[in-house]
């Protein structure tokens, strides 16, 4: 069955350092990927969506690579700051969705 | 901004009786989805309707059924509400696509059953 991995554990990085997550998967083939970002008690919100025939995808502080022989995407987030501090999902699908488990990320003053 | 509005974000309720989670979009988007978070689980697919009357199962549609009578308003139902369904439930919507629009969520449902 479809799978989608991504770290349980919570990272801890310092403020100003590059946060990296990663999302594996497994037995699929999607076209798309997105991530999104969800604060306690609240829903996740879109941050970038990148699509199978691009490397990388940019947006501010973010940056998203996806590579399809690895099956994998990483998140990358440069210049971290404190109220970067969340929990980050990364989802494949169709016309429906597959959510990862999150990682939790801490950025540390 | 689009934005998804949840009826309650805290509810409790009693086994067996029948729970209705209310969800409403303003962006007359096409699709929407139910779904439910447990820690460790992620977010699982409850249903999602992709049009007013049409739905679909996702993949735990166990113990729920869902309305969708117009396109702005997606109801979630527990027939019968046992203490497993206790969790944060949490409602999408998108307009329609291959994995290519982003959802939007609203700010979820935390129910107890008791």
């Known amino acids: 069955s479809q799978k989608i991995e991504q770290n349980s554990e919570a990272l801890n990085i310092q403020e100003g350092k590059t946060a990296t997550l990663t999302c594996n998967y497994t037995n699929y083939s999607p076209a798309y990927l997105q991530w999104y970002r969800q604060d306690p008690g609240r829903g996740p919100v879109f941050l970038l969506l990148?699509?199978?025939?691009?490397k990388e995808k940019r947006k501010e502080r973010l940056k998203v690579t996806f590579d399809t022989t690895l099956k994998q995407s990483l998140f990358h987030i440069t210049a971290s700051q404190p109220a970067d501090s969340a929990t980050y999902l990364c989802a494949l699908g169709t016309y429906k969705y597959i959510f990862g488990t999150g990682t939790r990320l801490k950025v540390l003053a | 901004d689009v934005k998804v509005t949840q009826s309650s974000r805290y509810l409790v309720k009693r086994t067996g009786e029948k729970v209705f989670l209310e969800c409403v979009q303003d962006m007359d988007h096409e699709n929407m989805f139910w779904y439910r978070q447990d820690p460790g689980l992620g977010l699982r697919l409850i249903y999602f309707?992709?049009?007013?009357?049409?739905?679909e199962k996702g993949d735990i549609p166990e113990g729920y059924s869902v309305s969708r009578e117009k396109k702005e308003r997606f109801s979630l139902i527990l027939e019968s509400a046992s203490t497993n369904q206790t969790s944060m439930y949490l409602c999408?919507?998108?307009?329609?696509?291959?994995?290519?629009?982003?959802?939007?969520f609203g700010d979820g449902t935390r129910l107890s059953i008791l």
């Open positions: 999408a919507s998108s307009f329609p696509g291959e994995g290519n629009q982003p959802q939007h």
């Open positions: 309707s992709y049009d007013v009357k049409m739905k």
């Open positions: 990148i699509r199978e025939n691009e």
